[in-house]
């Protein structure tokens, strides 16, 4: 599965794999595609230091890539305590009353909150970005707009491709306009952030808007055949997040999260602020429908809302408080159905692709 | 193009094309597709006959099909007057406030509410497959659910396939537990009545649902490299609506309606309760802005709501009151920007599949 992208990175296969997991990551690399690590989840550059060390030791000499989370917009000397001033006292007790509601317990004195969205701060991001400059990282993916000009420039001295995820040909072209090399099209039914437009509409649509910058096609795709139908949409490569939340390497820490995940239909998800105050695709549950509920105080602009909700994320997993328990993930859930590792979900992938190109062949009379 | 499912129907491209209007349906059909005329907007069956005579003048011999909207529940002994009867003065006088505050004139004394959605009620759908099973129609679909038995069965002693619209792998399966012959999977990106998932995920999880059933992709597609993309995903043929819309044949007759499609992006529908009571993708309008308006009455069930603005939309039709003018289309009215024949939007679909396929084929390293 060989595009002009794919070759321009060194992989054999044009997939791109977004995880927030080292070991995930790695194992998309040797397998022949392109690991992207998230590293929205460290917040000290020590902790990914020690990641990326471990990814350069498994990854086989093999590209991989990093994707961190920086607003577009700057908020210039703004600290964390301030943005935590502005959080509104009835969307604190809103939370508190939700916890209490079902149950859940407290953290334990002094323990800190695991789930962290503290990367969504720019300076956060501006640290994370200072390791990962260390590493022989390939790509540098960010999650929310263009990056600012002068990491886009540090990038380019490194010979590290930028892209960006964008959710409207509009987008798009504004990432064309900053420089960056490769726009990600996240349709509707991906995980995480999303717009309004189905993959089936946006893919060609940014390919065109675009043209000649390579375009990855990403939301709805976990098989083959949806490799196969994203590339004939015009796509360089595929991105794919959602389908490696349940491989062996996932570390979701968390027995009942994967049984939800399993469990889950296509249409369990749903776009919700809930989460960072901007829509993002996630399972829904009663936190979800708390937030999304017209009755309720409402969600609050990112990144009050992801330092609002961080330490009652924090408390629902690691006490797996069943209603409550969500993550982040596309409309593709539906067909995550066992757990199996890395490797094996990725030849599926490209014997379905080998597959659904013998079936088009067939429909258009070349066989 | 062919899929078993074509050769079955005796046409040279597996693209089905949906279309209120016999000029184009027949087109469609001239052209190497399937056309399938929609019925839902003759009340008389006299004015459908007509309609399929000319449709029997200028199809050559080739097959086509016919839409009919028959709920799939069914409502024993109610008249329109009754239903009539259940509609809130609120909602009533709702209609004709937002009405006013645009201006939008009455219709003259005595004429008729050209704009009809009495094809919703059963007694009416049933009138029109009276006439229909006069004709040598090959494939009756229905876009609300499973049509009754004695409906189906009535079908298949004529030899006639029976489709229907499904928009989960649960409705899917209730069609073929209903003894359907084909399911059209209608992902959240289609025009007219959707549900919440993308056709990226919607069309493979109801192939497999259904199987080995024929499934026709619907939702998103406008281009060669969508129907590509459709039938990697393991549709045997596509079903396109939207993109008849602004053809030369299209016989919406109004300028500015045409003009909005034709100006409108892929961001500028809406999945709104405004036009019938069930979500459908339409325009945006300031119509459906104000039926979606947490603060308005809010939209009625099915079928109160058509009936309440029935005659409310075709006065806003008939004067051409812009910031009201909608339509049901899909998310792939951003591509519909120029009016051209059926013929020429054909040949652009097959010969985009061609270049679709030559892609996929490079990629996968068969060329």
Redesign the interface.
């Known amino acids: 599965?060989?595009?002009e992208l794919s070759t321009r990175l060194g992989v054999e296969h044009?997939i791109f794999g977004f995880t927030p997991f080292p070991a995930v990551a790695a194992a998309i690399t040797r397998a022949g595609g392109f690991g992207v690590l998230g590293a929205v989840r460290y917040a000290a550059g020590e902790d990914l230091a020690r990641d990326l060390d471990w990814m350069q030791e498994h990854t086989d000499g093999k590209p991989y890539g990093l994707d961190v989370v920086m607003p577009a917009k700057k908020v210039e000397g703004v600290s964390e305590a301030d943005i935590e001033a502005m959080i509104p006292q009835e969307h604190r007790a809103f939370v508190q009353e939700t916890l209490a509601k079902h149950g859940v317990p407290e953290l334990a004195e002094g323990e800190a909150s695991g789930w962290r969205i503290t990367g969504w701060l720019e300076q956060v991001a501006r640290s994370q970005l200072d390791v990962a400059f260390d590493y022989p990282v390939k790509l540098l993916a960010n999650a929310l707009g263009s990056p600012p000009a002068d990491v886009v420039a540090r990038a380019h001295d490194r010979g590290i491709l930028v892209a960006a995820l964008a959710g409207?040909?509009r987008h798009a072209r504004h990432h064309q306009d900053a420089g960056l090399d490769i726009v990600v099209a996240q349709?509707?039914?991906a995980g995480g952030h999303t717009?309004?437009?189905?993959?089936?509409?946006?893919t060609?649509?940014v390919v065109e808007a675009v043209d000649p910058l390579p375009v990855l096609a990403a939301?709805?795709?976990g098989?083959g055949?949806?490799i196969?139908?994203?590339?004939?949409?015009?796509a360089q490569g595929v991105w794919l997040g959602s389908i490696w939340l349940t491989t062996e390497e996932a570390e979701l820490h968390s027995a009942a999260l994967t049984e939800k995940l399993l469990a889950a239909?296509?249409?369990d998800t749903v776009r919700s602020r809930a989460l960072t105050g901007k829509p993002a695709r996630q399972l829904r549950t009663a936190w979800t429908d708390a937030w999304d509920d017209?009755q309720g105080p409402g969600t609050l602009p990112m990144p009050l809302q992801g330092l609002l909700v961080a330490e009652a994320v924090s408390r629902i997993q690691k006490y797996e408080v069943e209603p409550l328990l969500g993550t982040p993930v596309?409309?593709?859930v539906?067909?995550m159905n066992s757990t199996r590792s890395v490797q094996a979900v990725f030849d599926d992938l490209t014997r379905g692709?080998?597959r659904?190109?013998d079936?088009?062949?067939r429909?258009?009379?070349?066989d």
């Open positions: 599965m060989k595009t044009a409207s040909a349709g509707y039914e717009g309004e437009i189905a993959s089936m509409v946006l060609p649509e939301g709805g795709i098989s055949e949806q196969a139908a994203g590339l004939a949409l015009g239909g296509s249409g017209p596309g409309q593709i539906g067909r692709f080998e659904a190109i079936r088009v062949n429909i258009a009379g070349r």
